[in-house]
C-alpha cells in the first residue's frame, strides 16, 4: 500500500515537503501505530533476538539513523512503528535555519537521498523541553532514544567543544546514549574536526558535559564518522576511541563521492564501503566496542551482511522512505528471529 502512494504521490511532491509531512504524520499518529502492534498489525521482534550493547536492552537491531527526527518530535511514533531504537537530531545548540532550499532532492535510479539540509533544528533547549516531556511518561522512558550532537554553522572550530558540551549537558539526562556527529558534508569545516588533533578536546568536553549533567549513570558516547575518511583516518579515530574509553562508533554518514551535485548522498551506493569500514574498525578496536552501522541498508540480506562485517546495531533511512514504515518492523522480526 505505502510503495504505490510513495511512487504516484509522494515522489512527485518536494522531497523536503514530503519529508516534514511524514515526520509530522507520525508524530501525531503514534496512538494509531500502537493500536496497530497491539492489534498485531504491525510485526514485533522476537523477545529472545533483543540485543543488549551499550549497557541497554535493544528490542531489535535496527534503528532510525539521525537525520530524519531532528527535532525529536516523532519519537513516540517512529517507535511504535517498528524501530529498535530510536536517534534524533542533529540539534544544536542554538536554533538554526540551515542552508537555503532547495537542500533536499530524490535520486530514484539508485534508490538514494541527497541533501544539503545543514543542522537545521530549533536548537538544544526546545529538544530538551520536548524530552522531557515525553520521558515523563511510562511509555516514552521505555523507548531507547539516542541523541546525536553537532555544531552551530556560525561557531569557530575552536568553539566546537563547548558547542557540543553545551547540547550534552543539556540532553543527557533524557538520552540513552549520546553521537558526537563531526562527519556531515553540509556544515563548512564539520569534517575537518575528524582528525585526531581536533577531535579529541571535542570528546572530552562532551563526556565531562554528560558526566557532570547525570550522576547515577554513565551516558554512553559515540562518535560518527564519514565514510569519505580513508583507511588510515578511520584506524586513527578507532584508536582514539579506545584511548579515551568512548562506549562505540557510528558508521557512517552520507557521501560526497558523487558527481550529482551539491549535498550528501545516501542509499545503497554506501553499502560497499560501509562493510569495509565496519569490518576495519571490528578488526582494530575488538569484539567489546558497540559499532552501529548506517548506510545502505536496504534489505534483510544487507543487513546481516553488515552485522557479518562486524556490526553491534544497525540504523537505516532512506530505504525507510523508499519502502515505508512496516519495512522496519518487518526487518527487525526477521533479524531477531535466529
Not at 505505502?2 to 509522494?10: N, W
Not at 513516540?76 to 542552508?99: K, R, S, Y
Not at 554553522?153 to 575552536?158: H, I
Request: with cysteine; charged share 20%; aromatic share 6%.
Amino acid at each position: 500500500m505505502y510503495v504505490p502512494l510513495y511512487r504516484h504521490v509522494l515522489s512527485r511532491t518536494d522531497a523536503e515537503w514530503a519529508h516534514r509531512f511524514g515526520v509530522t504524520a507520525i508524530g501525531r499518529n503514534a496512538w494509531a501505530f500502537r493500536t496497530m502492534r497491539r492489534l498485531g498489525l504491525v510485526a514485533r521482534p522476537h523477545r529472545e533476538g533483543a540485543v543488549e550493547a551499550l549497557g541497554i536492552t535493544f528490542p531489535g537491531p535496527v534503528g532510525l539513523a539521525a537525520g530524519m527526527d531532528k527535532d525529536a518530535e516523532a519519537v513516540a511514533g517512529l517507535a511504535a512503528a517498528g524501530f529498535g531504537f530510536v536517534e534524533v537530531g542533529t540539534v544544536t545548540p542554538m536554533g538554526q535555519p540551515g542552508n537555503e532550499k532547495p537542500r533536499s532532492w530524490r535520486e530514484k535510479d539508485v534508490q538514494g537521498l541527497r541533501n544539503r539540509m545543514g543542522f537545521n533544528n530549533g536548537g538544544a533547549d526546545a529538544m530538551a523541553e520536548r524530552l522531557a516531556q515525553l520521558r515523563s511518561t511510562k511509555a516514552g522512558r521505555r523507548i531507547v532514544l539516542g541523541v546525536n550532537l553537532g555544531k552551530n554553522k556560525a561557531t569557530s572550530p575552536e568553539g566546537a567543544a563547548d558547542d557540543y558540551a553545551y547540547s550534552a549537558r543539556l540532553l543527557a539526562p533524557y538520552a540513552d546514549y549520546l553521537v558526537v556527529n563531526v562527519s556531515s558534508p553540509n556544515t563548512p569545516g564539520l569534517r575537518d574536526l575528524q582528525s585526531v588533533e581536533t577531535l579529541r578536546p571535542i570528546l572530552e568536553a562532551t563526556r565531562a558535559a554528560a558526566d557532570q549533567a547525570v550522576t547515577d549513570r554513565s551516558v554512553p558516547l559515540l562518535v560518527k564518522i564519514a565514510p569519505d575518511l580513508a583507511d588510515d583516518d578511520v584506524d586513527a579515530v578507532a584508536d582514539l576511541a579506545l584511548e579515551l574509553g568512548l562506549d562505540g562508533i557510528v558508521a557512517s554518514n552520507t557521501t560526497i563521492a558523487h558527481d550529482r551535485g551539491a549535498g550528501g548522498l545516501s542509499g545503497p551506493v554506501l553499502l560497499p564501503r560501509l562493510l569495509e569500514v565496519i569490518a576495519r574498525l571490528r578488526g582494530r578496536v575488538g569484539p567489546d566496542l558497540c559499532l552501529i552501522g548506517v548506510g545502505g541498508i536496504s534489505s534483510e540480506e544487507d543487513a546481516r551482511a553488515v552485522l557479518g562485517a562486524g556490526a553491534t546495531l544497525l540504523q537505516v533511512y532512506t530505504a525507510f522512505v523508499y519502502q515505508g514504515p512496516w519495512w522496519v518492523a518487518r526487518l527487525n522480526r526477521a533479524l531477531t528471529a535466529r
